[in-house]
Structure formats: structure tokens, C-alpha cells
């Protein structure tokens, strides 16, 4: 039987080999080991450059998202109030923001 991360990691290279254009993640790495982690960082790398797709990606997981957008938007409230390049974003997180998006999922 596979885990939950590994399961997640079947999905996504099964959406992966049909090449979309697009592709929208939520919470990708929610139930993931930190070795699945790094392998789908990877992949999602590695389809950015070669095969030049579009990720949106939804997630709590900042170490994530800094790794693997080069953009984010940042809501709070339900309600996107900036959009802009990663670290400049991230810089305007508050400290709760931060303590909240350093945990694990629970």
C-alpha cells in the first residue's frame, strides 16, 4: 500500500505526463515526508523549465513555496492583498503569519 504522500506523488505524475498548461496544486505538501517533499520540488522544477507549465500553487508551506515560485499572492481574510514577487511578499508576512506557516499540518 502507498501512503498518503506517495499517493499525492502518483496524482501528480499523473497530471504531470499529460503536459496541461496550467496545473493548480492545493496543499501539495500537506501529507508529505520531507524526501517526497524535495522529489516533488523537483519535478514541479523541472516541468517550469522544460516543459515551460504554469503552476498556482495553494499552501501554508513557505519553505515550499519560496523553493518553487518565483510569485505569490498572499491572502488574508479570504482576500488577496498583495501580489508580487516571492521574497519581497514574504518579507511583509506578520510574525503570527509566520508562525503559523512554519508549522506542520496538523
Not at 503570527?96 to 512554519?102: N, P
Amino acid at each position: 500500500h502507498l501512503s498518503e504522500g506517495e499517493r499525492h506523488r502518483v496524482a501528480l505524475a499523473q497530471v504531470l505526463i499529460r503536459e496541461p498548461r496550467v496545473v493548480i496544486l492545493d496543499e501539495p505538501t500537506g501529507t508529505m515526508d520531507p524526501i517526497t517533499k524535495v522529489d516533488v520540488k523537483h519535478s514541479i522544477m523541472h516541468s517550469r523549465e522544460e516543459m515551460e507549465e504554469t503552476f498556482i500553487v495553494v499552501s501554508h508551506d513557505m519553505d515550499f513555496v519560496r523553493d518553487t515560485c518565483d510569485r505569490i499572492a498572499l491572502m488574508r481574510g479570504g482576500r488577496i492583498v498583495e501580489i508580487g514577487k516571492t521574497e519581497e511578499v514574504l518579507a511583509h508576512l506578520t510574525e503570527e503569519e509566520r508562525k503559523v506557516m512554519s508549522q506542520p499540518p496538523a
